[in-house]
């Protein structure tokens, strides 16, 4: 992921060592955004794939999968836990893991209750919580996304027109 190369550095003696540094190639952006767009993908399959004729209603595989008794929501719970670790590996805090794990368990333990659970794996998407949280993290840090309509939003540019 990361190639390697030395850096001169001298410590507080005054003494020269040569140190291994990591870089991040060229294709992190590119990188980045082919992980993004595959967990939105599975945020969208499981929490809003599908609209119910006639109302506002929308739905995903999430609310399904709850029909089943327990095998169903730990299959859910375990697609959103797959999420959090994606969040990980692109650099997420330990805060915002936090806050994701929190919105995938509340969704597993009460999806879990019968009937109820139904309802609630309908009203509540913790999977677009979590990407919602995920992007907002990344833009923060600088890390350039895609917006809904294809443009490139880069944090430091939206900082600088806000302030000028």
């Avoid at 990361?2 to 870089?23: I, K, L, P, V, W």
């Avoid at 350039?144 to 900082?159: C, E, H, L, P, V």
Wanted: hydrophobic share 40%; net charge positive; glycine share 8%.
């Amino acid at each position: 992921m990361y190639t390697a190369y030395t850096a001169h550095a001298s410590d507080r003696f005054g003494r020269s060592h040569e140190r291994a540094r990591h870089q991040a190639p060229a294709s992190r952006h590119e990188d980045v955004q082919a992980t993004l767009t595959r967990l939105e993908a599975i945020a969208t399959i499981m929490d809003s794939a599908v609209r119910i004729p006639g109302t506002k209603i929308v739905m995903g595989l999430d609310a399904l999968l709850g029909l089943l008794p327990v095998v169903g929501d730990a299959i859910s719970g375990a697609i959103g836990s797959y999420l959090i670790w994606e969040a990980r590996r692109l650099g997420a805090s330990r805060v915002l893991i936090a806050r994701m794990a929190t919105n995938t368990t509340i969704d597993t333990v009460l999806g879990s209750i019968p009937i109820v659970g139904d309802v609630l794996d309908v009203a509540y998407k913790s999977n677009r919580k979590n990407i919602d949280l995920l992007k907002a993290h990344l833009e923060k840090h600088g890390v350039r996304t895609t917006g809904a309509n294809g443009k490139i939003i880069d944090a430091t540019y939206r900082a600088e027109t806000l302030r000028g």
